[in-house]
């Protein structure tokens, strides 16, 4: 017992520095370009939404990366929510691992020490899952660090003070039987009720959304898209630091900011169409592969009622909703990888009738960032089936390059 806890704790410390262990891609990876362009407004960047190009998001890491030691075989597309998931585990910027000098970063650098210890540490972390857990995600940085550098192996003291021994009662009546939860089906099909049902839903065409952005790291941004079924958006970010545009049309799209314009491919393309797919939270059922019940929960002082669902790229989803309501309150993406499950979480609140359909007004999303946890969309306008401005779909033209 005293070896697996011991254990345990070592695990954690792989976490300290396995962010070391990457080699971020230089200026002219995609991933880091659209980083770089949101950041510099501060527009949070969703941990579960690397972007790469179609040529590298099939790719183990360390052909893609240098000096790539321990997690071969990490998808490209999971790199940077995997150098987030160790941060937040640890509480942690980039500079307490890489080495970064004069703003220069050398990720494939083995200068600090560090580095060496997070290969073991990483080794150790897999083992135990693969041999203690038969191959099941148990054990991570997150297991012992919870966002310290260095996990606590001594109890503070005093501690806690136990929860009094509860008065014995008189014996209780039988209770009634508890009736069966609602089947999936059920649930998603009272949501759909709930929410204005099917017919207001097929009505949709076109939404016009306006609103703010307040980040966790104190930056508010106005922020406005309009979206065209099926498949076109574009949303546009405006801060004291600049304005940031980005649009999807079919099968492409483009990202326009301080630092140029540029196209969006590969996965960076397909993650970026499903988070402004017109129909995300309201044509539910179809996006799955698979759903079932997962039972019972809270948030908060509200009852929900969870599915789970399964995405065709085998990505694993959870649904929270407001068991006497039907309406959703919570969506949870997992991305599992080599070192841990990476979670995202959005919340929807204020919900207000739009044209016959309830649309949240606050939606939170939070995220493995250590750069931006949490990020808070509040809208003051939601309009359907009103024109929208076609050309904002369509890439601008490149700026010409001015004379010298």
């Avoid at 014995?168 to 039988?174: D, G, K």
């Avoid at 630092?259 to 939270?281: C, E, I």
């Avoid at 949490?374 to 309009?383: D, Q, V």
């Avoid at 009103?386 to 779909?393: H, N, T, Y």
């Amino acid at each position: 017992m005293k070896l697996n806890i011991l254990r345990l704790l070592v695990v954690t410390l792989c976490c300290v520095s396995a962010a070391m262990v990457f080699t971020k891609a230089g200026a002219q990876n995609p991933a880091r370009q659209q980083a770089a362009t949101l950041a510099s407004l501060g527009v949070p960047v969703p941990a579960q939404t690397p972007a790469v190009t179609a040529a590298q998001q099939d790719k183990p890491t360390e052909q893609v990366q240098k000096n790539i030691k321990v997690l071969t075989g990490l998808p490209q597309s999971q790199l940077i929510p995997v150098m987030n998931y160790f941060a937040v585990s640890l509480g942690v910027r980039c500079t307490f691992c890489h080495v970064n000098n004069n703003g220069t970063w050398a990720f494939d650098s083995d200068e600090k020490p560090e580095k060496e210890t997070a290969r073991e540490m990483i080794k150790m972390v897999m083992n135990i899952n693969k041999t203690t857990f038969k191959g099941g995600m148990e054990v991570s940085c997150y297991t012992c660090h919870r966002g310290l550098s260095h996990p606590a192996s001594i109890p503070q003291l005093p501690l806690p003070a136990p929860s009094p021994r509860p008065s014995p009662a008189a014996p209780a009546a039988s209770p009634s039987p508890r009736p069966s939860p609602p089947t999936a089906d059920e649930i998603i099909n009272k949501y759909v009720t709930a929410i204005g049902g099917q017919a207001a839903i097929d009505k949709l065409k076109t939404s016009v959304t306006k609103g703010n952005i307040s980040t966790a790291n104190g930056l508010t941004l106005t922020y406005e898209i309009q979206q065209a079924a099926p498949d076109r958006a574009y949303e546009v970010f405006v801060s004291q630091r600049g304005t940031m545009e980005r649009a999807v049309n079919g099968n492409m799209g483009w990202e326009k900011g301080p630092q140029g314009l540029r196209d969006l491919t590969g996965q960076q393309l397909s993650d970026v169409k499903l988070s402004l797919l017109l129909f995300r939270n309201l044509r539910i059922k179809e996006q799955y592969t698979s759903v079932r019940m997962g039972g019972r929960s809270k948030i908060g002082e509200r009852d929900v009622y969870v599915i789970t669902g399964t995405t065709p790229d085998k990505k694993r989803e959870r649904l929270f909703f407001d068991a006497e309501t039907g309406l959703l309150l919570r969506r949870i993406i997992y991305t599992e990888t080599m070192i841990g499950i990476i979670p995202e979480q959005t919340d929807f609140d204020d919900y207000r009738d739009v044209d016959g359909l309830k649309m949240p007004f606050i939606v939170k999303l939070s995220s493995v960032d250590s750069n931006n946890t949490m990020s808070t969309r509040t809208f003051t306008e939601i309009k359907f089936n009103v024109p929208v401005d076609d050309s904002k779909f369509n890439k601008p033209a490149a700026p010409k390059p001015s004379n010298p």
